[in-house]
């Protein structure tokens, strides 16, 4: 059965892709320390390569990154947040998954990886196609989603979503990356983390539409970017300096700040 290899320098990554066929599947996990949802991607992706044997020449590849330890890797394959799957083969990104849905990831997976990978059919091969964000869409192209199966994907995206909020201690959903803001008004509230030394995780709303529409609905905000701090929304760029300026400690318990030095803060 195929195991995941922790790729830990940039060297070993070079090693390893050069390593691979032209056709094979290469299955690439990001994640990061704090990010609790990315440890149960880990099992998820563990019982996936179980399914699949190792062949000779190998089919799929399995390997795991640490996005922060691993930048390099993380910019290179647009990764904006954790866990983050990206499927490659022969230096072409096929597909690219984000979140912790284990049905968005099997699915995705199946659908690159070679047939002969299982002796059984699987959910992949019966599905009729899969969106680009992984959704399985399962019939022919002519039939109409039913009301059930729109109020289950609103409540698998309120599962992600409920997870994401609480992926760090200190979330920022924001336009952009914190070294390349998209709006004024996010590259302020990055400053305000950083000026507070705040270790924070964040997301790119921009890179997933699903994400950006759904959190207005989560949060009943509707705009962005949004911070939210264990699990619960502070607000947008002018609650959070409200609540500097009536409290000046707001951030104290999340701040890496040490005896008056500070380290900066990283996402």
């Not at 060297?11 to 892709?17: I, K, L, R, S, T």
């Not at 284990?102 to 196609?129: C, F, L, W």
């Not at 920022?172 to 000026?195: D, H, N, Y």
Request: net charge negative; with cysteine; glycine share 6%.
């Amino acid at each position: 059965m195929s195991a995941i290899k922790e790729i830990t320098s940039l060297e070993g990554w070079a090693q390893h892709v050069s390593s691979l066929l032209p056709s094979t599947l290469l299955i690439v996990s990001f994640h990061a320390p704090w990010a609790a949802p990315c440890a149960q991607m880990a099992n998820v992706l563990s019982t996936l390569a179980n399914e699949y044997p190792v062949t000779e020449p190998f089919s799929t590849s399995w390997v795991s990154v640490n996005a922060e330890e691993l930048s390099e890797i993380s910019e290179t394959y647009n990764v904006t947040a954790v866990p983050f799957l990206v499927l490659v083969r022969n230096g072409q990104v096929l597909e690219s998954v984000s979140g912790s849905s284990a049905v968005k990831v099997r699915n995705a997976i199946e659908s690159h990886a070679k047939p002969t990978a299982h002796s059984n059919p699987t959910v992949g091969e019966k599905a009729a196609a899969v969106t680009n964000g992984g959704a399985p869409v399962v019939g022919n192209e002519n039939s109409e989603a039913l009301p059930g199966d729109a109020e289950k994907q609103r409540e698998e995206l309120f599962k992600r979503l409920a997870d994401l909020v609480k992926a760090a201690p200190v979330m920022l959903f924001m336009k952009g990356t914190p070294s390349e803001p998209k709006c004024g008004f996010s590259r302020q509230l990055v400053a305000i983390l950083r000026e507070n030394a705040v270790k924070y995780g964040f997301f790119n709303i921009l890179a997933d539409d699903e994400v950006r529409q759904g959190l207005k609905e989560f949060a009943d905000w509707p705009t962005f970017p949004q911070l939210w701090v264990d699990g619960e929304l502070v607000g947008g760029l002018d609650i959070v300096k409200e609540e500097l300026a009536s409290d000046s400690g707001f951030f104290s318990r999340y701040s890496t700040k040490v005896n008056g030095g500070a380290s900066a803060a990283a996402s």
